[in-house]
């Protein structure tokens, strides 16, 4: 399988809200209820909070592509528009998120690499990520790629609030 990278620009933002909807609610329908499920998809995933995000110059996204069709994408944040102030010297691996049907092809694996490879090019010390508590699949992985829990912090889903996990990587 041939995995290929594209830095997202403006005029991907069609295509980055379906595929934000799309491994959003296949990752995370079947633990949370419709309506929350709906709200937390519309505030996140709107073309207006995207073209904002996109032109964030502390923010990138990327389009990975697997024999020429859409699997995943990733989303990296630095300086101020990292989720939490975490300094300077952290990157932060905001989104990565891969189609069901592409899981468990090394899709996952590659993307991390590319925000690993930008943060050692940007000499940041640290990479990390929240990770929602009850997503056992991702924490196992970040683990295995050496990421400790290093705190929590609250996550709305419509009205309920989650938890996720801070997991972080020193690089250094």
């Not at 980055?16 to 709906?38: D, G, W």
């Not at 697997?66 to 528009?81: H, P, Q, R």
């Not at 990565?96 to 000499?123: C, P, T």
């Not at 508590?133 to 889903?157: L, P, V």
Request: net charge negative.
């Amino acid at each position: 399988m041939t995995i290929n990278l594209k830095k997202c620009t403006i005029e991907d933002l069609p295509v980055l809200q379906k595929i934000s909807y799309e491994t959003f609610n296949e990752t995370f329908k079947h633990q949370n209820s419709p309506e929350n499920m709906n709200s937390y998809l519309e505030r996140a995933f709107n073309l207006k909070q995207l073209e904002k995000e996109i032109l964030t110059i502390s923010s990138q996204f990327f389009f990975a592509y697997s024999n020429n069709e859409i699997a995943g994408y990733l989303k990296i944040n630095t300086n101020d528009a990292q989720s939490e102030k975490m300094g300077d010297e952290s990157l932060e691996i905001e989104r990565i998120y891969i189609k069901n049907k592409f899981q468990k092809h090394g899709i996952g694996k590659y993307l991390f690499n590319k925000a690993l490879d930008i943060a050692v090019e940007r000499n940041k010390q640290k990479i990390w990520l929240g990770v929602w508590d009850k997503n056992e699949n991702a924490i196992a992985f970040y683990e295995k790629m050496g990421f400790i829990q290093t705190g929590a912090h609250s996550f709305y889903m419509g009205d309920e609030e989650q938890i996720d996990f801070i997991m972080t990587k020193t690089l250094i």
